[in-house]
Every structure is written in structure tokens, then in C-alpha cells.
């Protein structure tokens, strides 16, 4: 569950295999939540926006932290040897603890390791506890991708902008295509029927980015 890919001779003995399995167990045990929860009162359309925020890389690094995961890793990190890099070094840890995509990773292979050992029967209720504060979030509050994108972007002392770059259709019923920038380089593109719809999806599609190259 801890042994990251370049720690390991064998891609498949890492935690991404277990990641992998865990991601469905996790949106399957929130789902179920949901549609007993609050499916008389939130439509299909709602309870999906609902769960990808419950489940969305930031939610499961802060479960990660939660559940001490940092320091599992930093101590997994001392005790294996890298066939392909060498030692794992305390820097290549802490630079591992401090990915949102690591974290998030390792949550959900915790997450498949946990649904091997006891089943979904077991798991799923331990599941919506520990994502019980992120699933209440989400349920209480839509998620603003544009404060969400500022705050991952201040921790590197980073400020995006957002660029209108064209307007289409009739005043009735115009379209808007937005960027967001970083510096001179776009990192993410989105479109609304209005600036502030098109903002939030343009800052979207930048957070999904930089989650994947993380």
C-alpha cells in the first residue's frame, strides 16, 4: 500500500494496482451513501457533482493526512531500496508527501487493500467515515474550482489570471470561452454561458491538469 513505483523492480508490485481497485470501491461505497442519504433530495445530476467533490484528489489527501499516511510513507521510504533509483533518500519522501497525487493514490489503495481482506460489506462503512466531513462538505456547498486552483497555485507562488478569449451567439444566449493563466502559459480552458461559469470550469480543467502532473 506505501511502496511507491520507483521503489519497487516491478511496476505492479507498487500501490497503484491496489489504488486502482480501490478508486471503484470508494466511488461505489460513497454512492450508495448518497442515494440512501440524499436521493430524495438531490436529483442524478446533483449527487454526481456531489460525490466527485466527496472523492476528489484534495478530498483524499486530506484523508490521507487524517489517517497519518505521511509519516507511513517517510518510514516506508527508510526501510526499502530503489533497484532503479537507489535508497529512497528522506528528500524523494518528502517530496512524495507533499503530491496531492501520491496521497491521493495511496488513500485509495489503502481503500482496495482493506476491500481484499474484508469486503465491500465491511469496507464501505469505514469508507464513508473517514470521508464523512468531505462528503458534508460537499452535500452543504457547491466546490469553487477558482479559490481551490488559487490556493494549490499560492503554495508554489503562483497568481492565475483569466482571459476572456471569445464570445459567441446572440446577447440572449452568448457563450463565453475563458483561459486561465499562469505567467504567459494557459493551464486550463472552460466555457459557460456566462464569464464567471466559464472562470470556474477553465480553473477546473487547470486543477485536473496540474493533479496529473503532480
Known sequence: MFTHASWSERRSDSYERLAFLGDSVLSLAVSTHLFQQEGDRFGAGRLTKVRAQAVSGRACRRVAEQLRVPERLRAMARERSGPRSG????????????????????????????????????????????????????????????????????????????????????????????????????????????????????????????????
Open 87 to 214: 535508497p529512497p533518500t528522506r528528500q524523494s519522501a518528502d517530496e512524495l508527501v507533499r503530491s496531492e497525487r501520491v496521497l491521493a493514490s495511496i488513500t485509495e489503495a489503502i481503500i482496495g487493500a482493506c476491500y481484499l481482506e474484508f469486503g465491500f460489506e465491511t469496507t464501505a462503512p469505514a469508507v464513508v467515515d473517514a470521508f464523512r466531513e468531505e462528503i458534508a462538505e460537499a452535500t452543504q456547498r457547491r466546490l469553487d474550482f477558482k479559490s481551490a486552483l488559487q490556493e494549490l497555485l499560492a503554495r508554489r507562488g503562483d497568481v492565475v489570471a483569466y482571459v476572456v478569449t471569445a464570445e459567441e451567439g446572440p446577447p440572449h444566449d452568448r457563450t463565453f470561452q475563458v483561459v486561465a493563466q499562469v505567467d504567459d502559459s494557459v493551464v486550463g480552458r472552460g466555457s459557460g454561458r456566462s464569464k464567471q461559469d466559464a472562470e470556474q470550469q477553465a480553473a477546473r480543467a487547470a486543477i485536473e491538469a496540474l493533479e496529473a502532473a503532480a
